[in-house]
């Protein structure tokens, strides 16, 4: 059985946006400055942080196989507070000793608490398959996989739970539909405020399902839908979530999205190539390095114009994190990012070239002034002529999208590029003359075979 159920590669998602030192073990001496409360003093007057410490150090002995000591120390937590994760932990550990009924019981009560642990339902089916009840085992599995559909843990349970019921030929198609079957994609973006039009939103989905092989549904969260296409999909965005935190919205349940394969596209892009080598990532996080992003602040951080994910309760504390202080000290949803996901993948090393920031390519790297919508980015004024001097006539070969964070804007520099008005200034007219000839070619003519009435 999985003890924490990561399944996630390299990629950590932290609960916190800072890392905490391991705590002491519960009852070991600590020294204290004469008038300071120590970690340890302060959790002896918090049930809360003393069931949260118990649970910290539980974890460390149970990833060092040190499951009796790691069961005491998970039933001290659940005596101060009953949680999921204390009733996981405990399970998953009476598992790991063999006493299948017991872990059974805590596992139960876990899901109990919180329906969509998908660690605590798949390690419980595990038990279960110990235990012999395969059908439960199978059930559990279904279920995990409703809420994970690439689970590879329950996948595999569900496998061994049908093999032992006899069921073969569903073992063989289970296991083929898991591999053979990537999650259903889809393309989603979000608009806010006023800055971008719905003209924006039906050129970036118009330009998409021409760059995709097999075209994914698209969806728009916006608290504003008047003028976007029929096509898309229109789901409500909270009017709470100002500016670019409505990108955090996107990993909450309320959103949709659990069990989706999603490419998250910023409005502010022009699509001038193929998107296959982007929808067809299925890493666990990637998103764009700012290196390389001239109007960018600093190096070695995030930038979240393009980013692909699978849907699931595993990326949900960053939005269950996000709390009035975030909002109000934490500048960009790009520096939540950078807080709360280590090790995500880059575009530029997965995918390189086929993102490229308009501002790099066609501008020499000089940012010319920019507007943050809040005002709180300003880059000193150049001359325009001097930074666009040296500018190539296209973007570069191979490339699939050309960003521009901050400014200009496509609609600024329309006119400034031929491949703008090709991609994006007149994608929309492209895609509906095609529908038009598309339909000419399907109507019934003079040479038409049709059905008789009689």
């Not at 390299?10 to 073990?25: C, D, F, K, N």
């Not at 996989?145 to 329950?154: T, V």
């Not at 998409?208 to 839908?225: D, G, I």
């Amino acid at each position: 059985m999985n003890p924490t159920h990561g399944g996630y590669g390299g990629t950590e998602l932290r609960s916190q946006p800072s890392a905490e030192a391991p705590p002491a073990e519960p009852g070991e001496p600590v020294e204290e400055e004469e008038g300071a409360e120590t970690g340890q003093s302060a959790a002896a007057k918090s049930p809360l942080l003393r069931a949260l410490m118990h649970v910290k150090w539980a974890t460390l002995l149970q990833k060092a196989g040190k499951y009796e000591r790691a069961t005491e120390h998970f039933r001290s937590s659940l005596e101060l507070l009953p949680s999921a994760r204390a009733h996981f932990g405990l399970g998953t550990c009476l598992g790991a000793l063999r006493l299948r009924r017991e872990a059974a019981e805590e596992l139960r009560r876990a899901v109990q608490l919180c329906p969509s642990m998908v660690g605590a339902i798949i390690n419980l089916a595990g038990v279960q398959l110990g235990l012999g009840d395969f059908a439960e085992a199978e059930r559990l599995c279904r279920e995990a996989l409703r809420l994970e559909p690439d689970s590879r843990e329950a996948t595999m349970n569900l496998a061994n739970a049908l093999r032992n019921l006899g069921r073969r030929d569903e073992e063989r198609s289970s296991a083929a539909a898991a591999a053979d079957a990537p999650p259903d994609a889809v393309l989603v973006c979000l608009k806010w405020g006023q800055r971008y039009d719905a003209a924006y939103v039906n050129r970036l989905c118009a330009a998409a399902s021409r760059q995709l092989p097999s075209t994914p549904r698209c969806v728009c969260f916006t608290e504003s839908p008047e003028g976007i296409d029929a096509s898309i999909e229109v789901r409500e965005l909270p009017e709470k979530f100002h500016l670019w935190w409505g990108k955090a919205y996107l990993f909450s349940e309320e959103a949709g999205l659990d069990g989706k394969r999603v490419l998250f596209l910023d409005l502010d892009q022009v699509i001038v190539g193929s998107l296959e080598p982007l929808a067809s990532y299925r890493g666990p996080f990637a998103l764009l390095r700012t290196d390389g992003i001239a109007c960018e602040l600093a190096e070695g951080g995030y930038n979240s114009s393009v980013i692909s994910w699978t849907g699931g309760p595993f990326w949900r504390p960053l939005f269950q994190c996000l709390t009035p202080s975030v909002l109000r000290y934490v500048h960009r949803f790009d520096h939540w990012l950078e807080m709360m996901l280590k090790g995500a993948d880059v575009w530029q090393q997965i995918a390189p070239g086929k993102v490229v920031d308009y501002t790099t390519v066609f501008r020499a790297g000089v940012c010319l002034g920019a507007d943050d919508d809040d005002g709180a980015f300003a880059a000193g004024a150049a001359d325009d002529a001097a930074a666009t001097t040296a500018a190539p006539a296209e973007p570069p070969e191979g490339c699939a999208i050309v960003t521009f964070p901050r400014s200009p804007k496509p609609h600024e520099v329309l006119e400034e590029h031929r491949w703008i008005r090709t991609h994006w200034g007149d994608v929309l007219s492209d895609v509906k003359e095609e529908k038009r000839r598309d339909g000419l070619r399907h109507a019934p003519g003079d040479g038409a075979t049709c059905r008789s009435a009689g």
